[in-house]
């Protein structure tokens, strides 16, 4: 069975400011992770992916995430906040690469402020 | 390139009525999914159709829910009769790999 974590429903931050989302996941196979962003009356846009090699994880937007197996964690981050940012993030996990079989969180809300 | 679009964008049906959402997946998608999306929570998969099989339904309440994708392109999601729980975002996405892209979602409120 898998899971995911995401510790924090609500996180705000200063424009420029650094982002971090938190999320933690539970897998009894070698995870596959998976970090999506909401707009208002928007469906999910894939951010970035963990499958496989390099444990940094670059995406669009800026933002990037680290797996961390010891950690069981796959935090979001992005160096420099900015308006456009405020959406709704979900962490998910796979058991395959692939986009089938996925389980995401309940989402953190990044609301960012002037 | 469009999207996977979805109709309507939002819904609004008395308790017990039936209701039916329409899903366009992105053209060569084989892959098609239906999503539920209560308030303040993730989505959870309804059904995965791989063409026009469906071929993980396990959480799909059969009772009163009902799916299909003829001739494996365009699916259609029905509630049959809709209940007050049944307020939520239903959400499509197609898949060709390693990515599903996401329609906007259907809306839908039980009252």
């Known amino acids: 069975a898998q899971s995911v974590t995401q510790l924090g429903s609500h996180v705000s931050v200063s424009e420029g400011a650094l982002v971090l989302l938190r999320c933690n996941y539970s897998?009894?196979?070698?995870?596959?992770l998976f970090w999506y962003v909401q707009y208002p009356n928007q469906g999910l846009q894939l951010l970035l992916k963990?499958?496989?090699?390099?444990?940094l994880v670059k995406g669009i937007n800026g933002f990037e995430a680290e797996f961390k197996k010891s950690e069981t964690s796959f935090h979001l981050t992005k160096p420099s906040a900015h308006m456009s940012d405020a959406a709704e993030y979900f962490c998910?996990?796979?058991?395959?690469?692939?986009?089938?079989?996925?389980?995401f969180g309940t989402g953190t809300r990044l609301q960012v402020t002037l | 390139e469009a999207g996977v679009v979805q109709s309507p964008r939002y819904k609004i049906i008395e308790k017990k009525q039936p209701v039916a959402f329409w899903c366009n997946p992105i053209?060569?998608?084989?892959?098609l999914y239906w999503y539920l999306q209560n308030l303040g929570q993730g989505p959870e998969l309804l059904i995965r159709?791989?063409?026009?099989?469906?071929?993980?339904d396990s959480q799909l309440p059969k009772d009163r829910f009902s799916a299909e994708r003829l001739k494996g392109v365009d699916s259609t999601l029905k509630i049959q009769p809709a209940e007050l729980g049944d307020s939520a975002v239903y959400l499509c996405?197609?898949?060709?790999?390693?990515?599903?892209?996401f329609g906007q979602g259907t809306r839908l409120t039980v009252v």
């Open positions: 996405a197609s898949s060709a790999g390693t990515e599903a892209f």
């Open positions: 897998s009894s196979v070698p995870p596959y």
């Open positions: 963990y499958t496989t090699g390099a444990t």
């Open positions: 998910a996990v796979s058991r395959t690469g692939t986009a089938s079989k996925l389980t």
């Open positions: 053209s060569g998608h084989n892959t």
């Open positions: 159709y791989e063409n026009e099989e469906a071929v993980d």
